[in-house]
């Protein structure tokens, strides 16, 4: 069964800080992995999708990496800014055609 | 782009009571939706699964006779909680996918249900 684990749970950066969150997952054999952003009470609007044969997606100030092998991903978030105060959501894609999802990195950008 | 929507947004009822949550796709075709919930500073668990004009396939402990699924057409499921309990109270999110659109799913604003 994939686990997926998302570290830091949560953490403050001041405004204008880079924001490194992290991914790990147990089952290597993914056909993706997707970040999401998820706001208080609201559904998820995704970020970033990383096929399993690429390393790294960019768009505007967010990159992810994935190092399928390792089961690691790593999305940066460039300058932060208060508005990007969220929760972020991996979730990574088996061949069972299922998305399995991690707790969330629970991130606030101090103005 | 590819817009799901959730009808309501929040619901109170109460135990005993049964309610209808709706998921549709706005401007594409769902060959399949999935049903997720979640609690509070939890990752989302997929419940069920459905394909439009099949059965649902369900999660390992969920209860099918509970949470009743519909895909009736292309655009449109429905979950219903049935008999409603306090411990149903929940976030419940649909997704959207569409093989025109590969495999990435599309997920609704959510739900918030609470059983009083």
């Known amino acids: 069964k994939q686990e997926v684990t998302q570290i830091p749970a949560a953490l403050s950066v001041p405004e204008g800080e880079n924001l490194v969150l992290n991914c790990s997952f147990t089952?290597?054999?993914?056909?993706?992995l997707q970040w999401f952003r998820q706001d208080p009470g609201k559904g998820l609007t995704s970020l970033l999708l990383?096929?399993?044969?690429?390393r790294e997606q960019t768009s505007g100030r967010l990159n992810a990496s994935l190092d399928k092998s390792s089961g690691r991903s790593t999305l940066y978030i460039a300058a932060s800014q208060p508005g990007d105060s969220a929760t972020y959501l991996c979730a990574v894609r088996n061949g069972n055609n299922r998305l399995a999802f991690g707790k969330g990195n629970q991130v606030v950008v101090i103005p | 782009g590819a817009v799901v929507s959730q009808h309501p947004s929040w619901v109170i009822c109460k135990s005993g009571t049964s309610v209808k949550i709706e998921c549709r796709s706005l401007d594409f075709q769902a060959t399949t939706m999935f049903w997720y919930r979640q609690f509070p500073k939890q990752s989302l668990m997929l419940m069920a699964t459905?394909?439009?004009?099949?059965?649902?396939?369900?999660e390992q402990g969920v209860e099918k006779d509970k949470f009743l699924i519909n895909h009736a057409s292309l655009t449109l499921s429905t979950l219903t909680v049935t008999s409603a309990h306090p411990e149903d109270s929940s976030f419940y999110i649909c997704?959207?996918?569409?093989?025109?659109?590969?495999?990435?799913?599309?997920f609704g604003p959510g739900t918030r249900l609470t059983v009083t």
């Open positions: 997704s959207a996918r569409a093989t025109s659109k590969g495999y990435e799913q599309y």
């Open positions: 459905s394909n439009e004009g099949s059965k649902a396939t369900y």
């Open positions: 990383i096929q399993s044969s690429q």
């Open positions: 089952d290597s054999a993914i056909y993706n």
